[in-house]
């Protein structure tokens, strides 16, 4: 049942059991708490007479939890925690002891050792020859970009680095300001990098070769002075005469393009031309040596068929004789156009050279018919004519004829 149902006695929670006591009274509540600490300190409860040989009040037991709190409070305020991407260098006294890595760590606390965090995942940049503005603006810093190359001339250069803390404790105690020390370094790598080339081996093909002589430089430098510095990029932005003479550069430069072009054009011709040659120069060579075995050939089969000709004059000598006479008069009246006459006879000749004629016809019916587009009948039909009149008068004047080949 309830405490406030008949019977119940009068149970009410506040009324201390059926007591009719009133709420607590908050200075007896403080004076109790201050008799509990007095006792666990030595001293005296309830305004009491003084401690029992404490210090200032307090006991030997007091004394104790206070230093062991002072204790634990001093060796907790070692605990620290490393964020992903930081690396923390503990010092003892102002010494390197330890480098640590992202979590949680503790180390001897202050005034013993502290702790210094250092971000080694973020790349940090420098830049040479310009200052960056805004993220799209930049401003040229003529102190930094004018340079001196090897030929005498002035060369504006800009020059970006990119760089990440390889070794923190070096980072941090190697140099008072490492990113200045780094722009210093980097411009004076560049100066002398520079100074060793001549302009126009800068401004066309030597901006990667200035590249990279600039970077090894840096690196050689910055592991001869321990910086803990480790290099990510570098890159040259841009490479340009100066302003006043920008204009004559330009002519300079179209210049020497066109000089590259007749160059590239003059070395297309002689590729072509050099093969041309060098082919005609094989194929004549060819031509002479048939020819040259050709004549030998020849020289070498008339010795000997003069030699095979002299052993059967020796044999024979009137045979061959006539023999040799016969073959040379064939060779010699074979290509040409040949008259026998009956010599009984003493009458006149008329020669018509029937041959010379017969082509000439030939001759104008070819030219008729690129000329007039005739038919091959129409232009010949004057040959038979002219075939029957040779005809007619080599039988009126009955002449024998015999062609000899």
């Keep these: 049942m309830s405490w406030n149902d008949p019977g119940g006695n009068n149970r009410d929670p506040w009324s201390g059991g059926g007591k009719n006591q009133g709420p607590p009274d908050l200075d007896e509540l403080l004076r109790r708490a201050k008799d509990r600490l007095n006792a666990l300190f030595g001293g005296r409860s309830g305004g009491g007479g003084g401690g029992n040989g404490g210090i200032g009040g307090f006991g030997p037991t007091g004394i104790a939890v206070i230093l062991v709190v002072i204790v634990l409070g001093w060796l907790a305020s070692g605990i ?65 970009a004018l340079m ?28 008072r300001e490492p990113g200045q020390t780094l722009k210093s370094l980097t411009e004076s790598a560049l100066r002398e990098t520079v100074g060793k080339h001549e302009l126009d081996f800068i ?38 005469p100066p302003e006043q003479v920008q204009g004559a550069f330009a002519d300079a430069i179209k210049a020497r393009e066109d000089r590259l072009r007749l160059i590239n054009h003059a070395q297309a011709y002689r590729n072509e031309v050099i093969p041309q040659a060098q082919g005609q120069a094989a194929r004549i060579r060819e031509e002479a040596e048939g020819y040259r075995q050709e004549v030998i050939a020849r020289a070498e089969g008339e010795a000997s068929r003069f030699t095979q000709v002299a052993k059967e004059y020796a044999l024979a000598p009137e045979v061959t004789r006539e023999r040799l006479y016969i073959d040379t008069m064939e060779t010699v009246l074979g290509a040409t156009g040949k008259i026998l006459l009956d010599a009984k006879e003493s009458q006149s000749l008329l020669y018509l050279p029937v041959d010379r004629l ?6 104008g019916q070819n030219d008729a018919k690129a000329a007039t587009g005739s038919d091959q009948k129409s232009g010949s039909s ?13 039988s009126n004047n009955r002449l024998r004829t015999r062609e000899v080949r």
């Design 80 to 144: 620290y925690i490393v964020d992903a991407g930081w690396r923390g260098v503990e010092l003892w006294f102002g010494r390197h002891v330890a480098t640590t890595g992202p979590g949680p760590h503790w180390h001897m606390p202050y005034p013993v050792g502290e702790v210094e965090q250092v971000q080694v995942s973020e790349r940090r940049r420098i830049t040479v020859g310009y200052e960056a503005l805004t993220a799209n603006n930049t401003r040229t810093v003529p102190s930094e």
């Design 148 to 175: 001196l190359t090897q030929d005498e001339n002035i060369v504006n250069m800009r020059l970006a680095v990119q760089y990440e803390v390889g070794d923190p404790a070096a980072y941090i105690f190697n140099f």
């Design 203 to 240: 401004l066309t093909e030597g901006r990667a070769e200035v590249r990279e002589q600039t970077r090894t430089l840096i690196e050689n430098t910055l592991e001869n002075y321990q910086a803990g510095i480790r290099l990510v990029e570098v890159a040259v932005q841009d490479v340009q």
């Design 358 to 363: 017969m082509q000439q016809g030939r001759q």
């Design 382 to 394: 004057t040959t038979p004519s002219s075939s029957s009149d040779s005809g007619q008068s080599w």
